[in-house]
């Protein structure tokens, strides 16, 4: 069983900056690749940046390729999420997902932190 905690999220203004993080607990995050989604109000969720479960593969939508930055600690069992120069339409719940590099059926959620870009 994996636990997952989303922090970092909060009101911002456009161009403005904030690192989100993702804690994991009862089981390490060594084994599973990591992925980001959002969900923005009235659409569906959509995943954005993920990393491998050895950080050599990292991938971008274009939406936040160049702004946002993916990162695993392996000694702290955590996943962060470097935004920068955030826009309107970044205001979204961001999730952070955990899903096994193997096992897939292995695969959790955590609850998520909101992000408001505002003027």
């Known amino acids: 069983q994996l636990r997952l905690v989303e922090s970092g999220g909060g009101l911002v203004q456009p161009g403005g900056s904030l690192r989100l993080s993702c804690a994991a607990s009862?089981?390490?995050?060594?084994?599973?690749?990591i992925s980001w989604f959002r969900q923005a109000p009235g659409k569906e969720r959509e995943g954005f940046s993920c990393?491998?479960?050895?950080?050599?593969?990292?991938r971008y939508e274009d939406s936040v390729k160049g702004r946002f930055v993916i990162s695993r600690d392996r000694d702290k069992n955590m996943i962060f999420l470097q935004m920068n120069s955030l826009q309107l339409e970044d205001t979204a719940v961001y999730y952070c997902?955990?899903?096994?590099?193997?096992?897939?059926?292995?695969?959790?959620w955590g609850n998520g932190t909101q992000v408001t870009v505002s003027l």
């Open positions: 997902n955990a899903r096994h590099s193997i096992y897939h059926a292995l695969d959790y």
């Open positions: 009862e089981s390490t995050l060594d084994n599973y690749d």
């Open positions: 990393i491998s479960r050895t950080g050599l593969s990292i």
